[in-house]
């Protein structure tokens, strides 16, 4: 009867955590990315950077997810071929494979669907894989390196699938608040740390938790006042997740962001609007927590989001 | 031989290889790919069933984030996506997973935005409160604010539909204050007002869309889709046992045209002409046959083998040209078989029949072997062809099958056919060598209440554990075999009776303490226990048969001695299952005998040691027996059925009883009466109770109905709704025996109770066995924060008293105050305390 009250107990207490010497918060830390094959990763480098992959060699990923600008190009909406303007902010390619889903509207499930979105799309990449696969095949260095990562060599698949093996890696562990959340105190300053129990006491933890701070879910873009009336000039791309779904209760459902980096990535938001972290902030306790925020509180929550700046290959970003 | 029948046999030879190939290929039943997808749904299904905890976890608290909910929902979409599309039950299942996935993204959504407003409201409205009382401008506001917040209370505690309303009301209330007041602060009170808004339109999302996961139909589903697989597979295995039998007749027939050929090939030999196209054709056939041929000389020395007996056997023609096929010998075959068969094959010129053979990588396989003689035209044997198939795929299928029918797919035990088979073998062997046999037969206590609780998916994974446990506690000469349920059974055979006695005890006694242990199911901890009865061949039983009845019996007996124990099969048990069929069938008789009577022990309060309610209980007093022990009696009549009539006779003779005291002595008495869990199983249940309540005036919160822990709490159950009809007559519901079932959070949520007893057993030692002190306090603050009140039960001593009061418990019951005493004594009791003292305040 002792082990029967004792079940008891523990189904009324929380269920049991294991041993570990992370603290118990909404917000969990970078793992370190797992790479199974590095000439797998070290080709995706060089098609991520490679122009080839656009309409008369233009364009490369990396001019829109810049790993020296966050994984972003810090623009409001990115340019594609021939001077194109995109219709949306670029977001950052660091932590992507963290997201639940990818684009901003999450219209695809995973990065290896991801990779057509941009490539074929006319406003940004402008071309086929047919078109890219032809011109990679007259260059024997690419055909030679494919064959060391691949069985099949050079193709199309191979061409996605390197890309993604090295967005995989793009994982950025080690940022201050995470080394805090392993338990290192000194990690990050008290003011930092003040920053962070508002960020959770505004609710800004709702949304913006897990181990990329957001990424995992989707959420209406002005829950508490009207975003899109306010601000005025409303574009296809504001609808969010009603242009995949077409449903009602879709419009102006978005990806929730991942907070990683993201001091590194301005402008914010789909549409860019906001210039720096303090405007951005303001503006989601305006429109999504219906707060009333002090500009002190504002600065310290900026504080907070500054230490969520990782490393990469073992180096700040 | 003109050309027209040569043509025609040619055509006869090939025409029968071609239906004999594809007949093969056809036969060959594809096992891996059943196993493959009914591994799919499987894990599926439990893909499914993560999402739905990882969304409780969510839901619940106690995870602080969406990562593991999102992870769960990526498996399973992966999962889905594996599915076979081709079969529509898959397609459903499907659609199923994806809705499932749909609304648990909904689910964050929504509830990401609501957990954020439920945080904020409560203190925001704190905050404001006392901005308000500050600026002293508004005091209809702050009244009204303060009618917020106690609504946003009881919504909180209960989100009924009343309780959705009143919030609702103060909402509406606050707004139109609002519009009307210019003060400020008024930005703050909208978004306070907006907060509450949008917490009650999410909670009614929220609400349907857990409802939709908690109904979810993956399980369903996934049965649905496993039953067609199997009969699928039942059915490719029967089309298969078909063709087969097709592609025995088809290579026999091939085997006659090949035999003809040979025949006319030999004839054409002997008269030093060839037909050379014949000849080859007959080649063709001879190499191409997809069964292994081998001939033989006369003196069966191998002269030619074809493809398929390299194949099969591993030796090449080099290998085995010149040998005899004896080198296949597996040694499983003992030589009179041999010598049959060659007596056969002289006699009639032709054997069939399986037999095992050895490739040559050692490996034995099973084959169907025709061995035809050939002779010549004098009759004289000439040569041997042997013609064989591998059976070893169609052995697998025939294996799989028996495994199925003798073994317990779940634990891979033997189950009750194979284990009552060997054990009638056993006994068989045992009367012939003198053997001493015990069978320990194994109950599970309480795995009911496992199942119910945790579900079947779960139930199944303890008795898998169960069984591995069970198996590490016997030696290897014991047997296992799950007979049934959660029932299994040990078979231990020793030389002598003594040594039998001495070793089933310490088997018995390590299989206790083994299953003792914690068990770990998935997120969820449970305890169990088991209760052993041990019968002995040949000295309790002769048979099979009365041994495993004797064996349950003695099981039975375990369990009233308290589960957990273990217990040998004597003759007094038999006398006990006799007084057994005795009490019941007095029993039916003792009401309308008037045998039966209504005892009370009071429940008083110990502080001020005053009677506030009495327990209505139970006593039998029969000519014969004499007194009977309710103990005994009541389970009898709890498992005979007779107890519901028995339960309503007693509810209103008490309630009667009740009604004259309230009169008479004290107007505030309640009274405490045993619900059991056949009554609670009645359609009629409430309705008994209303129309006693109104026929005798009594008011509902008078009376309180105890029931106990292990009643059914599944949603659809009768007994819950009849405890929820119950509470809404304004009855009290309590649980008696309160830490001695298998309660929890969730389960103490879901009823509709008001007050816990703390079962007798964790009072009794108070205050020197420290564990029941423990209990006891924890109980006591759980009961608390749940909002229950709580009694003790077997209060004794006065140290138990005095450390009821200090944990808080006020109401107490037991020997110290009154033991339970006829209708007389307790009005006796009653007339002492109330009749000259008007009754305090409790």
Same mark, same amino acid.
């Given at each position: 009867?002792?082990?029967l ?5 523990l189904s ?6 294991a041993?570990?010497?992370l603290l ?5 830390p ?5 790479i199974h ?6 080709l ?7 122009v ?14 810049s790993?020296k600008?966050?994984g ?5 909406? +990115?340019?594609?071929v ?18 639940f889903r990818?684009?901003?509207d ?15 799309n006319?406003?940004?990449?402008n ?18 390196l494919?064959k ?8 199309i698949n191979?061409?996605?699938a ?6 995989e ?5 080690n940022?201050?608040f ?15 740390l ?6 959770k006491?505004?609710?800004?933890i709702?949304?913006?938790q897990g ?11 002005g ?5 899109f ?6 574009t296809?791309?504001?609808l969010?997740?009603y242009?995949v779904?077409?449903?009602e ?23 860019g609007?906001?210039?720096?972290l303090?405007?951005?902030?303001e ?9 009333? +925020? ?9 504080l907070?989001l500054?230490?969520?700046t ?8 | ?9 040619l055509?006869?030879m090939?025409a029968?290889l ?7 290929s056809?036969?060959?039943v ?7 997808q009914?591994h ?6 439990e ?20 990562d593991n ?8 979409k ?11 039950? $898959?397609?459903k299942?499907?659609?199923? $997973? ?12 929504l509830?990401a935005?609501?957990h ?14 006392v901005q308000?009382?500050r600026s ?8 009204q604010?303060a ?11 209960s989100?009924?539909t009343s ?5 609702q009301?103060?909402?509406?209330t ?9 003060i400020?602060?008024?930005n703050?009170?909208?978004l306070?007002?907006?907060?509450a ?20 139909p993956v ?6 889709v ?7 597979f039942?059915a490719?295995?029967n ?5 087969k ?14 035999i003809w050929?040979?025949?006319r ?11 050379e196209?014949?000849l080859r054709l007959?080649a063709?056939?001879f ?5 292994g041929?081998v001939?033989?000389?006369?003196n ?13 056997t ?16 597996s040694?499983?075959?003992d030589s009179?078989?041999y010598?049959?068969?060659?007596a ?7 054997w069939?029949?399986?037999?095992? $053979?050895?490739r ?9 072997l025709r ?15 042997a013609?064989?198939?591998d059976?070893?795929g ?11 029918a003798h073994?317990?797919?779940l634990t ?5 056919s194979?284990?009552?088979d ?6 068989l062997k045992?009367r012939?060598?003198?053997n001493?046999?015990?069978l320990?037969?194994i109950d599970?206590?309480?795995?009911k ?8 998916k ?19 000469t014991?047997?296992?075999?799950r007979?049934?349920?959660d ?8 030389p ?10 310490i088997?018995a ?11 770990h199911l ?13 019968a ?10 009365? #041994?495993?009845q004797?064996?349950d019996l003695?099981?039975?007996h ?15 048990l ?5 007084r ?6 007095e029993l039916?008789?003792?009401l309308?005998? $008037? ?9 008083y309060?110990?502080?001020?040691k ?5 327990e209505?209980l139970?006593?039998?007093q ?10 005994e ?9 007779l ?10 003779t008490?309630v009667?009883q ?5 009169k ?7 009274i ?7 009554q609670?199983?009645?359609?009629e249940?409430?309705? #008994?109770?209303?129309s006693l ?10 009376l ?15 007994t ?11 009855v ?8 001695t079932g ?7 949520k879901k ?6 007893k703390?079962?007798r ?7 020197h ?14 009961a608390?924060?749940l ?9 004794e ?13 006020y109401?107490?019951q ?17 007339r002492n ?10």
């Open positions: 009867m002792i082990k009250i004792s079940l008891l107990l009324v207490s929380s269920h049991s955590i041993a570990t010497r118990n918060e909404p917000i969990s970078i793992p370190d990315a797992i094959s590095v000439e797998q990763v070290e995706g480098r060089l098609l991520f950077h490679d080839r992959l656009s309409e008369n060699d233009q364009l490369s990923c990396a001019s829109c997810h790993l600008k966050g972003a190009d810090g623009q409001v909406v +990115s340019s594609g021939n001077g194109h303007k995109g219709l949306i902010n670029s977001p950052s390619i660091f932590n992507s494979s963290l997201n990818q684009f901003w999450g219209r695809a499930d995973s990065l290896l669907s991801q990779v057509d979105g941009p490539l074929n006319p406003l940004e990449m071309i086929s894989w047919a078109g890219v696969l032809a011109k990679l095949q007259q260059d024997t260095f690419y055909v030679d494919f060391q990562a691949y069985a099949t060599g050079l193709s191979n061409i996605k390197a890309i993604v093996s090295f967005e890696s793009l994982l950025t562990p940022s201050r995470d080394l805090y959340l392993k338990n290192k105190a000194n990690a990050i300053s008290t003011e930092e003040e920053g962070y129990r508002l960020f006491q505004y609710g800004c709702s949304c913006h181990a990329a701070v957001g990424g995992n879910l989707y959420q209406t873009f829950i508490m006042g009207d975003y009336a306010d601000r005025g000039n409303i296809p791309a504001d969010g997740r242009q779904t077409h449903d209760k879709d419009k102006y459902v978005f990806k929730v962001p991942s907070l990683r980096n993201v001091a590194l990535t301005a402008p914010y938001f789909h549409d609007s906001a210039k720096n303090e405007a951005a902030v503006i989601m306790m305006v429109y999504q927590l219906g707060r009333i +925020s002090t500009k002190q509180d504002i600065r310290k929550i900026v907070f500054k230490t969520l990782g490393q990469y290959n073992n180096k700040p970003l | 031989m003109n050309k027209a029948l040569e043509f025609l046999l055509f006869f090939l029968t071609v239906l004999a190939s594809s007949l093969y056809k036969s060959q594809d096992h891996q790919s059943y196993q493959d009914t799919l749904v499987n894990q599926i299904n893909q499914a069933a993560q999402l739905s905890l990882a969304i409780f976890l969510v839901a619940e608290g106690e995870r602080l984030n969406y909910m999102t992870l769960s929902g990526k498996v399973l992966e999962l889905n996506q594996q599915l076979d599309l081709s079969q529509p039950e $898959n397609t299942l499907q659609q199923i $997973n994806l809705l499932l996935i749909e609304q648990a993204e909904k689910i964050k959504s509830h935005v609501y954020n407003s439920l945080f904020f409201l409560p203190k925001e409205m704190n905050d404001l409160q308000l009382k002293n401008q508004s005091p209809i506001l702050a009244i604010l009618a917020l917040q106690q609504h946003l209370l009881l919504f909180n505690l989100p009924d309780n959705i309303q009143g919030f009301q103060a909402i509406d606050l707004s139109r204050h609002e519009l009307n007041l210019k400020t602060p008024n703050r009170l909208s306070l007002l907006k907060h808004q949008l917490i009650i339109n999410y909670q009614q999302q929220l609400k349907q869309l857990f409802q939709h996961i908690i109904n979810s399980a369903t589903q996934v049965h649905v496993l039953t067609a697989y199997a009969s699928h039942q490719s295995l089309k298969a046992e078909n063709i039998k097709g592609f025995y007749i088809a290579t026999l027939l091939l085997i006659l045209s090949v050929a040979l025949i090939l030999k004839r054409a030999l002997s008269k030093l002409y060839t037909n196209r014949s007959a063709t056939v190499e191409h046959s997809p069964e041929i001939l033989s000389d006369e069966n020395k191998i002269l030619q083998v074809n493809k398929a007996f390299s194949e099969v591993g030796y090449s023609a080099e290998d085995a040209i010149g040998n005899n096929p004896s080198i296949l010998s040694g499983m075959q009179t078989f010598q049959a068969m060659w056969e094959i002289k006699e009639h010129g032709l069939s029949g399986e037999l095992y $053979n050895r040559k990588n050692g490996e034995i396989y099973p084959e169907f061995v035809i003689a050939i002779k010549d035209p004098q009759n004289r044997l000439t040569h041997h062809i013609i064989f198939n059976l070893s169609q052995k697998a299928t025939e294996q799989h099958i028996h495994f199925l073994f317990d797919p891979d035990l033997a189950n009750r194979l284990f009552t060997q054990l009638k073998k056993s006994i045992g012939k060598n003198q001493s046999i015990a320990l037969f599970l206590d309480r795995f209440e496992i199942n119910e609780n945790f579900g079947h779960v139930g199944d994974q303890l008795l898998v554990q169960v069984a591995n446990d069970i198996k590490h506690c016997v030696r290897e014991d047997s296992v075999a007979f049934g349920g029932e299994f059974i040990v078979t231990i055979e020793e002598t009776y003594d040594e039998l006695v001495l070793n089933a005890p088997i006694e390590k299989i206790l303490s083994t299953l003792s242990q914690q068990y998935g997120t969820a901890h449970a305890y169990i226990s088991a209760s052993i009865g041990i002995i061949f040949p000295e309790d039983a002769p048979t099979a048969e009365s #041994l495993l004797r064996a003695a099981m039975h375990a369990k009233e001695k308290g589960k957990n124990n273990y217990q040998f099969y004597s003759e007094a038999n006398v006990k299952a006799k057994r069929a005795y009490i019941e069938r039916r008789l003792a309308s005998r $008037n045998q039966l009577e209504v005892y009370y022990q009071p429940q309060n110990i502080l001020s005053q009677i506030k309610s009495f209505a139970l006593r039998w029969h000519p014969e027996l004499g007194f009977v022990p309710p103990e009696f009541i389970a009898i009549a709890e498992e005979s059925g107890i519901v009539n028995i339960g309503l006779w007693v509810l209103e008490a009667k009740l009604v004259i005291w309230q008479e002595l004290y107007s505030e008495l309640f405490a009466i045993n619900i059991s869990v056949k609670l199983e009645t359609d249940l409430s309705q #008994l109770v209303k309540l109104e026929r005798t005036l009594l008011h509902p919160e008078y309180e109905l105890e029931v106990t822990e292990n009643i059914s709490i599944e949603d659809d159950s009768i819950l709704a009849n405890l929820y009809k119950l509470n809404k007559l304004g009290q519901l309590s649980m008696d025996d309160f830490g298998y309660s929890n959070m969730t389960y103490l009823l509709p109770i008001e007050r816990l703390i079962d057993y964790f009072i009794s030692d108070i205050p066995d420290t564990n029941n002190v423990a209990i006891a306090q924890a109980i006591i603050v759980m608390h924060s909002g229950f009140s709580v009694i003790a039960e077997g209060v001593t006065l140290e138990q008293e005095e450390f009821l009061l200090n944990n808080g418990c109401m107490g037991g020997f110290l105050f009154s033991k339970p005493v006829p209708t007389q004594k307790a009005t006796d009791l009653l305390e109330y009749e000259k003292k008007p009754p305090q305040l409790h």
